[in-house]
């Protein structure tokens, strides 16, 4: 991309907000030229609400990309005018603001997740689609190994990236429920399998639960 396509495609994405004189007129005036074109029929009309893609709009396309290194997320307005708008996904300096990552990346879907991502949203399981894709598969690995290394704080990190995404996963919760435990954290432990016994009873929770809600009863 040359450097005028990147400044144009760049005020295209953040015009409202590098303009913030031009209220009285519409952002797009500025950007598109030659600049579009208006029906006669609309002409009319002006001060309706009849053009709710032309001229700018409130109305925009949310893009997301992750590659397992960096996410990519804009939101580009929707306009009639048939512009092309082209966003590069890099990680390297562009000279656009980012927001600072956290400490975990969540990994990228495989296809393999695919199928998994597909059986809990056939059980009519909330999806939770503000929050980055991310690798069912991979995260659950993760949160085993920092298991095995005894690092239960960044086991639990893994826990929490996975429920942001897929707050109902059975699976995922339990394994909260148990690593909530090992940090000493009991009564949270217990709120955490309670939630998930609701979505999905099972024999090794309930057991726990019924032993821990004995030992506060003595």
């Not at 009319?44 to 053009?51: D, K």
């Not at 001229?55 to 048939?82: H, Q």
């Not at 095995?148 to 086991?155: H, K, R, S, T, V």
Request: hydrophobic share 40%; charged share 20%.
């Amino acid at each position: 991309m040359s450097t005028p396509r990147r400044s144009a495609a760049l005020l295209l994405l953040f015009g409202a907000a590098v303009l913030p004189g031009c209220a009285a007129r519409n952002y797009t005036h500025y950007l598109i030229e030659p600049a579009p074109s208006v029906n006669p029929a609309l002409i009319e009309e002006e001060g309706t609400q009849l053009r709710p893609m032309a001229f700018g709009s409130t109305t925009y396309m949310r893009v997301s990309w992750n590659d397992g290194t960096t996410i990519t997320e804009v939101e580009i307005p929707l306009l009639a005018s048939g512009q092309r708008v082209v966003v590069e996904h890099t990680a390297g300096a562009t000279g656009v603001e980012t927001i600072p990552a956290s400490r975990l990346m969540p990994p990228a879907p495989t296809l393999a997740d695919g199928t998994l991502d597909k059986a809990y949203r056939d059980r009519g399981l909330k999806v939770n689609a503000d929050a980055p894709a991310v690798s069912l598969s991979a995260g659950r690995t993760q949160m085993l190994s920092a298991l095995a290394a005894g690092n239960y704080q960044l086991a639990l990190e893994w826990c929490e990236l996975l429920l942001a995404r897929y707050p109902s996963h059975p699976e995922t919760l339990r394994a909260k429920g148990s690593i909530l435990l090992l940090l000493g954290e009991r009564e949270e432990a217990i709120e955490t399998w309670e939630a998930v016994e609701e979505i999905e009873t099972d024999p090794v929770v309930r057991t726990k639960l019924e032993e821990l809600h004995l030992q506060d009863k003595r």
